[in-house]
């Protein structure tokens, strides 16, 4: 309805991203020019973060948080959330800098939340494969991945280590965010993960996803070391229930 739409904020970590945050940006004002922007950057080497407060300079919608020496992902988008709940934005997106994420979608997200979501995913697998331009080894272990998080955890989503989501304020202040520890593709299971046990309604928006164009991709084997460890500690959090254990409290 126009005019009534809930106050939302895509939350965006950036790390050597300078050729990007202006592509980004523009794309996500032409598909919701009533959104704002919290870039959250960690010192990009590149000079990110004078590129983004140029652009702050001329339009309020654009916000940057210097975030300090680089602390990986987990650490930018908890402390992003923190800076939109104590502003009272009431739909938080996670989204990559790199245009991998497609703001095309944000509608799509937005849409699935007024229909009573607590959080919405976007999902790369679910009804086929939408994944242009990784090497079929990357697919592969993303692929696994989600199967493996599902075989462990019961977690039932189809991309769980995705990174475009859209989170309901009152999921983000429920999951305590303080207790969130990971900061890899780990950070995308144990939130959603700590949504779910809650007994959080989670809906699923297909989205396309496209390997960046420019900059470095910081995909490592320390990533997924760290997920596959978080992996067995959150079933340990729920008590290996294959239900969400903590609903309704
Ligand atoms: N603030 C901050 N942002 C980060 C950090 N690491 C990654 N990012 C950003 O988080 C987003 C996702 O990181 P990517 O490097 O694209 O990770 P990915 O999509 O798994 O891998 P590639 O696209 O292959 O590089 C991008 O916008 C990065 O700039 C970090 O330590 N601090
Ligand atoms: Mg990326």
């Not at 126009?2 to 202006?22: A, Q, S, W």
């Not at 994420?101 to 679910?126: C, M, N, Q």
């Not at 202040?173 to 959080?200: C, H, M, P």
């Not at 460890?229 to 239900?243: C, D, E, P, Y």
Request: hydrophobic share 45%; aromatic share 10%; glycine share 8%.
């Amino acid at each position: 309805m126009p005019g009534m739409e809930r106050k939302t904020l895509l939350v965006i970590p950036t790390y050597d991203e300078r050729e990007n945050v202006r592509l980004v940006a523009d794309a996500v004002f032409r598909a919701a020019p009533q959104a704002e922007i919290l870039f959250v950057d960690d010192d990009s080497p590149d000079g990110t973060a004078a590129a983004i407060a140029e652009m702050a300079a001329s339009d309020p919608r654009i916000h940057l948080m210097n975030h300090g020496a680089k602390a990986g992902l987990g650490r930018a988008y908890v402390d992003g959330f923190r800076w939109g709940l104590a502003r009272g934005y009431e739909l938080l997106f996670e989204m990559d800098a790199d245009l991998s994420h497609d703001p095309k979608e944000i509608p799509a997200f937005v849409a699935a939340a007024e229909s009573g979501a607590d959080l919405v995913l976007g999902t790369r697998y679910k009804g086929g494969i939408r994944v242009i331009n990784w090497p079929l080894n990357r697919l592969l272990i993303s692929m696994f991945a989600g199967t493996f998080v599902r075989a462990v955890t019961a977690l039932p989503v189809s991309d769980p280590t995705g990174g475009y989501k859209c989170y309901t304020a009152r999921v983000l202040k429920a999951i305590n965010l303080d207790r969130i520890v990971s900061n890899g593709y780990s950070f995308q299971i144990e939130t959603t993960f700590e949504a779910w046990r809650r007994g959080f309604k989670i809906a699923e928006v297909p989205i396309v996803f496209e390997d960046r164009r420019s900059g470095q991709s910081k995909f490592s084997r320390s990533i997924a070391r760290e997920a596959f460890f978080m992996v067995f500690s959150l079933a340990w959090r729920n008590r290996f229930r294959r239900k969400p254990g903590l609903a309704g409290r």
